[in-house]
């Protein structure tokens, strides 16, 4: 198992069409500044030469700590995200001279000891794969809105509730007067 640091300088000497995979198991990410995963980041990692550098294809699954947007109760889910990039070195592995042709991503270069990093490219995809809206369970019955009731765990005090009508601000007005 791996992390998401990889030192490819043998890759870089090998021929084009040239490919390493590895199974990752990385530490955790912070995602941003309140959320990070919940265990390590898991997942399969292909590196293949080419002509210019190393093309990563990334296959990634992170659990993720979310509140359901429905009822606000925490819970684990698992985030995925599967990518592929280019990553071209800054040095030479031959002769230890810059290149003339660098990435201007910062994260989509190969450093000077030939380390290619997924980590920022990890934390974004993961970032992006998760949920506008998370939902603790796809029938979330959400909270009561009278009483604040979580009515997954039963039925609240409230009693039944008459349907909401766009009229329904209008019936109360007239009912006060």
């Known amino acids: 198992m791996e992390k998401l640091r990889f030192n490819v300088a043998h890759l870089l000497t090998l021929p084009v069409g040239a490919t390493r995979n590895f199974k990752i198991q990385g530490e955790r990410l912070l995602i ?7 265990g390590p980041v898991q997942g399969t990692v292909r590196l293949l030469r080419t002509k210019v550098g190393i093309l990563a294809s990334v296959e990634l699954k992170a659990a993720m700590p979310y509140q359901c947007s429905r009822c606000a109760e925490d819970f684990i889910a698992s985030a995925t995200a599967s990518f592929e ?6 040095v030479d592995v031959v002769t230890g ?4 042709e660098v990435a201007e991503d910062e994260a989509l270069r190969i450093d000077a000891n030939h380390v290619l990093d997924l980590s920022e490219l990890a934390r974004q995809y993961i970032a992006l794969a998760l949920p506008m809206q998370p ?3 796809p029938d979330c019955a959400g909270l009561c809105e009278r009483c604040g009731h979580n009515l997954n765990r039963g039925l609240c005090q409230c009693g039944p509730q008459e349907p909401g009508t766009p009229w329904q601000a209008l019936k109360i007005i007239l009912e006060r007067s």
């Open 32 to 38: 941003d500044e309140m959320a990070s995963t919940a």
């Open 85 to 90: 990039e280019e990553f071209m070195p800054t």
């Open 97 to 100: 001279y810059p290149v003339g």
């Open 135 to 137: 939902l603790c369970q």
